[in-house]
């Protein structure tokens, strides 16, 4: 799940990305692999869109809880 995450955030694909993905495929199966690319194109699509909006990030204390 990792290689497709990092293959759909990183583009264009290098050599290693695509051998990567190719072997995701063969362990997770293509409905799986499908599955994981709309995750990862869904989450970076999400970031991209709140990186331009350019909103304030609340800040949070080291255990992820947000800080008032």
Do not use: C, Y
């Not at 990792?2 to 190719?22: F, G, I, M, N, Y």
């Not at 999400?46 to 304030?56: A, E, W, Y």
């Amino acid at each position: 799940m990792l290689a497709v995450a990092e293959a759909a955030t990183r583009l264009p694909l290098s050599e290693d990305a695509q051998a990567d993905l190719a072997g995701a495929r063969n362990v997770l199966g293509d409905e799986a692999f499908v599955a994981a690319e709309w995750v990862a194109a869904t989450i970076n699509a999400f970031n991209r869109v709140s990186i331009l909006s350019q909103h304030p990030v609340r800040s949070r204390d080291d255990a992820g809880k947000l800080l008032r």
